[in-house]
């Protein structure tokens, strides 16, 4: 039995390991499928994204990388595209030309800083508190009514496969409690999502980066009961940046999983996506 991975970053953005050691990796994990998804170009300067002239390098090389191990894995060229609505059709100019088999929809920023500077919210405690302060005067409610209000913009506005760790917003409750993320309000939130995904027909990953540190899935397993109720296919992921990490945390995800009710996972599979069952030790692949 074996899991795969969808989301992972190599030393095109801010992963460590060129893609072919993910690849390598994947295979001594026995994977059938890897995902190579570096986080897309942004309009603005960013450390962690990619940068708009590696584009065609990290095109081309995905590319030969398929060639050379397709007998032994399939390997899916993607990217983690950001929903960004003030820099007017970046997104399509930039990424028009790269063809994908899919594309794993995020959102890592919120609004602009007074000097014009992208708020990112899944940097330090420091730079979210900052944000907080200076863009929503410290109102932590209106500032996850945006996030969630971007990733409505997102899911209508961006075609997509894959939903990026939705509920990333909460991440800094473990430095400090900022919300309740079981308040109605918050719960209202997700559910605007959510209904909007089922719509759609999206995967959400379930993101284990966060577990082993301290103890976060992206979404975490409150949520899974509301994945189940608007019957939405879901994906383990572990957003490694590092390939020893490519299935990080899986047992632990697939069992609280299965206790909330789900038999498959949505997996790529001969060029379609489609449901596999899975136990706590892998998914169970029929040929």
């Known amino acids: 039995m ?8 190599c030393n095109y953005c801010d992963g460590h390991g060129k893609i072919e050691d993910y690849i390598v990796k994947a295979i001594e994990y026995n994977m059938p499928v890897i995902g190579i998804s570096s986080h897309a170009p942004v309009p603005f300067d960013c450390f962690w994204t990619m940068k708009e002239d590696q584009l065609q390098n990290y095109d081309n090389e995905v590319m030969q990388l398929q060639e050379k191990y397709k007998h032994k894995i399939t390997v899916l060229k993607s990217l983690e595209i950001d929903y960004l609505p003030g820099y007017g059709g970046f997104n399509k100019a930039v990424l028009d030309h790269i063809d994908l088999d899919y594309r794993i929809g995020s959102i ?3 609004d602009r800083f007074k000097n014009g500077n992208s708020w990112g919210i899944d940097g330090s405690f420091d730079e979210f508190k900052e944000g907080l302060r200076e863009i929503f005067n410290n109102d932590i409610q209106l500032a996850v009514k945006r996030f969630y209000e971007l990733t409505r913009g997102l899911i209508k506005n961006q075609q997509f496969e894959i939903l990026g760790h939705f509920d990333k917003i909460k991440m800094h409750n473990v430095v400090e409690p900022l919300f309740d993320e079981s308040e109605d309000w918050y719960i209202k939130e997700v559910e605007s999502v959510l209904s909007l995904v089922a719509e759609k027909g999206i995967i959400v990953e379930i993101n284990t980066k966060s577990y082993e540190k301290n103890g976060l899935l992206f979404p ?4 899974f ?3 189940k109720k608007y019957n939405i296919p879901v994906t383990i992921n572990s ?3 590092i390939p020893e990490k490519l299935q990080s945390s899986y047992t632990e995800v697939a069992l609280m999983l299965i206790e909330a009710g789900f038999t498959t996972l949505r997996e790529y599979k001969d060029g379609v996506w489609c449901d596999v069952a899975f136990n706590k030790d892998g998914l169970q692949w029929i040929d």
């Open 2 to 9: 074996s899991w795969t991975n969808y989301h992972g970053h």
């Open 108 to 110: 890592h920023f919120i």
């Open 220 to 223: 975490g397993p409150e949520i």
């Open 225 to 227: 009961p509301l994945l």
């Open 239 to 241: 957003d490694a940046h």
